[in-house]
């Protein structure tokens, strides 16, 4: 099977994709692993035209059905994402705002396979794990209209950089285990 890992920071070499690092290399022996990185892709924003509503087609054409086809071939996603702002990062909100023709609120709507498992670690660098919940939140809402199951999720505060991602290793790994 099929593991997506998502870097949902546009930043490559920081403290998400240190953690994204560390998930693919768990995930590695198990599933066939393709880690991106939501900067690896570029799309338009929503122009919020519905269309889609009754097409079940965006007007645009770019790499939203790239990432898209890699929802499709996996069978397990796992989104990390860091809080920009108290939320997830806009390039990641553009993104979900754009996969509203899979969103399952109309009909017509695209659909993925079923049976496909959701996972989200959310970090952040704020002490409170508050924020961590509503970046999870924001994720799992995502994954519930695409009918993708929400099995797990890990909250990481104080982590700025990849240098702190390192303490907290274990804990990664040991969430892996359930994946
Ligand atoms: C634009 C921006 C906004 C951020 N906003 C918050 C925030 O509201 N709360 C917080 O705890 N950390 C915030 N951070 C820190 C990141 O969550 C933190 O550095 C994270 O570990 C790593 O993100 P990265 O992988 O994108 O570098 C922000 C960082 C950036 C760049």
């Given amino acids: 099977m099929r593991a997506l890992v998502i870097n949902c920071s546009p930043v490559r070499n920081g403290a998400t994709a240190e953690i994204v690092r560390i998930v693919s290399e768990e995930l590695r022996d198990r599933y066939e692993v393709k880690s991106v990185c939501i900067d690896d892709y570029h799309f338009s924003f929503c122009k919020g035209c519905r269309s889609c509503h009754s097409t079940a087609r965006c007007i645009m054409s770019d ?36 996969v509203t023709p899979w ?44 009918e993708i199951e929400c099995k797990g999720s890990l909250g990481l505060c104080s982590v700025e950089y990849k240098e702190a991602v390192k303490e907290r290793e274990s804990e990664i790994r040991s969430f892996c285990k359930q994946i």
């Fill in 63 to 98: 790499d939203v059905d790239v990432l898209m086809n890699e929802f499709q071939n996996a069978g397990i996603i796992v989104s990390v994402s860091p809080s920009y702002w108290a939320d997830i990062p806009g390039q990641f909100k553009a993104f979900i705002d754009r």
């Fill in 103 to 146: 969103c399952n609120t109309h009909e017509p709507h695209r659909t993925l396979p079923s049976g496909k498992s959701g996972y989200t670690i959310a970090l952040r660098t704020g002490p409170n794990m508050k924020e961590c919940e509503r970046i999870i939140g924001s994720i799992e809402h995502f994954y519930g209209h695409l």
